[in-house]
C-alpha cells in the first residue's frame, strides 16, 4: 500500500519527467504478476508467446495475462472481409489469454473499470498507454523495441535499418513514458545482430522478434523492472535517431536519384514499390495521355550488366533471352520479379511488355517519377 501512495506522487515538471516506474529496495517481486498486454502485429506475437510459454512454466510468478489490441477492421470490396490482427490471432483458443479490443485512450482507461494489472507491457501497439493506466500498476510499464535504443527511436525501426542499409541491428527493453514514444529508462539492451544481405522486413521482423521475445523473459524472471536504473542509457554509443512512420510516397522510386543497392534496401524494407509510365493513347474516341502507376514487386541488383540504349536511369528493356526486364538506376541496374500495370494483374516481365504498346502507345520504354514534367 505503501508503494502505491509513492507512486502516485508524480513530478510535474518537463524537465525532470520520467518514465512512470517504482522501485523497491529489494530486487524480489513478492506478487504474482497481472499483465497487461498490448499488442498488434507478428512482431508483438513473438514476445507474447514466449510470455505465454513463460507463464505456463512459471505459474506461481505470472498469475495472468490480458490481451489488448485493437479492433477488428473490414476491408475489401464493399467492406464485407474481417481479417484479425496476428495477435488476435494467437490469442484465439487459448482461453487463458483473454482479448480486451481498445482503439482510443478513453477506451483504454475504460479497462480499469473492470480489471486490475500490476504490469503493463507494450510491443508495437501504436498508442501511448495512459498516465493513469501505467500509475495503476505498482511495478509501470515496459516496452520492447526493435532496435538499440536510442538509435531509431519511433514507429519503422526495423525499416530504418534496411532502408539505410545497416550491417547491424538488435533489441532494447525500456520502461513506458507516460507522455512519450521511447523516452523511458532503458533496462536491458541486446548485443549487435548482423543484418544478413538475403534478410527483408519479414525476416528481421522473425529474428528480432525472437531477441525482443528473450530479453523480454530475462527482464521478467530476473525481476530487473523492479531495480534501479542502471547507467546502461547515459552510456549509450548509439546516438539518437528517429524512426518516424513512412508515408506511401516513400515507396516511389526515383531513378535518378536512387542506388541499385538503395532500391533494394528500399524493396526489402517496404515491399512492393511503385513508378510512373507515361501513356499515350486513344481509347474510347478518347484521348489519354497521362502518367500511369506500376508496381514493382521483388527487386535483384544486376551487377556489371551493359545494355545498349539503357544509359539513362529509368529506361528498361528485356535482356537477351526475354526473362528479365533490366531497368537502369543511378548507378546500374535492378530486374523486378513481378510487375503490375494501373488497374491490370500482376505480370512476369514477358507478360508485361507484351502488352506495353497496347496500354501505352509508342512511349519511350521509360520509368519516370510522379513530378515528371509531360509537356517536356
Given at each position: 500500500m505503501i508503494r502505491l501512495l509513492l507512486r502516485r506522487i508524480?513530478?510535474?515538471?518537463?524537465?525532470?519527467?520520467?518514465?512512470?516506474r517504482p522501485f523497491s529496495n529489494s530486487n524480489a517481486v513478492s506478487e504474482r504478476l497481472k499483465i497487461a498486454y498490448f499488442g498488434t502485429d507478428e512482431f508483438s506475437v513473438s514476445s507474447l508467446a514466449k510470455l505465454y510459454a513463460y507463464k505456463q512454466a512459471n505459474p506461481d510468478k505470472i498469475e495472468s495475462i490480458h490481451v489488448i489490441t485493437r479492433s477488428v477492421k473490414s476491408r475489401g470490396r464493399k467492406s464485407k472481409t474481417f481479417d484479425?490482427?496476428?495477435?488476435?490471432?494467437?490469442?484465439?483458443g487459448r482461453g487463458d489469454l483473454p482479448v480486451i479490443r481498445a482503439d482510443s485512450l478513453e477506451e483504454i482507461k475504460s479497462i480499469l473499470d473492470n480489471h486490475r494489472f500490476n504490469l503493463t507491457v507494450a510491443v508495437s501497439y501504436g498508442k501511448l498507454i495512459p498516465r493513469l493506466f501505467l500509475e495503476s500498476c505498482i511495478f509501470g510499464g515496459l516496452n520492447v523495441h526493435p532496435s538499440l535504443l536510442p538509435r531509431y527511436s519511433g514507429s519503422s525501426p526495423i525499416q530504418y535499418a534496411l532502408i539505410n542499409d545497416d550491417k547491424f541491428t538488435g533489441c532494447t527493453i525500456q520502461t513506458l513514458h507516460p507522455t512519450k514514444f521511447d523516452q523511458g529508462d532503458v533496462i536491458l539492451r541486446s548485443d549487435e545482430i548482423p543484418i544478413a544481405q538475403s534478410d527483408n522486413f519479414i525476416s528481421l521482423q522473425l529474428k528480432l522478434g525472437d531477441l525482443g521475445g528473450n530479453l523480454l523473459l530475462k527482464v521478467i524472471d530476473e525481476d530487473l523492472f523492479n531495480q534501479e536504473p542502471s547507467e546502461v542509457k547515459d552510456s549509450?554509443?548509439?546516438e539518437f535517431s528517429l524512426a518516424s512512420k513512412i508515408t506511401s510516397s516513400r515507396n516511389q522510386i526515383l531513378w535518378n536519384q536512387m542506388t541499385a543497392r538503395q532500391i533494394k534496401r528500399l524493396s526489402d524494407a517496404l515491399g512492393p514499390l511503385h513508378t510512373y509510365k507515361l501513356v499515350d493513347i486513344v481509347k474510347k474516341k478518347q484521348s489519354i495521355k497521362e502518367l500511369q502507376?506500376?508496381?514493382?514487386?521483388?527487386?535483384t541488383e544486376i551487377p556489371n550488366f551493359d545494355v545498349n540504349g539503357l544509359q539513362k536511369p529509368g529506361l528498361f528493356s528485356l535482356n537477351a533471352d526475354k526473362s528479365i526486364?533490366?531497368?537502369?538506376?543511378?548507378?546500374?541496374?535492378?530486374?523486378?520479379?513481378?510487375?503490375?500495370?494501373?488497374?491490370?494483374?500482376e505480370e512476369v516481365p514477358l507478360e508485361?511488355?507484351?502488352?506495353?504498346?497496347?496500354?501505352?502507345?509508342?512511349t519511350p520504354d521509360e520509368f519516370v517519377s510522379l513530378d515528371t514534367d509531360l509537356s517536356a
Open positions: 508524480v513530478v510535474r515538471s518537463e524537465s525532470i519527467f520520467k518514465a512512470v484479425d490482427l496476428p495477435i488476435g490471432n494467437y490469442c484465439a549509450s554509443k548509439y502507376k506500376v508496381i514493382i514487386i521483388g527487386v526486364l533490366v531497368i537502369k538506376t543511378a548507378d546500374g541496374y535492378i530486374a523486378p520479379k513481378s510487375l503490375k500495370f494501373q488497374c491490370c494483374k508485361f511488355m507484351r502488352s506495353l504498346y497496347r496500354r501505352c502507345g509508342s
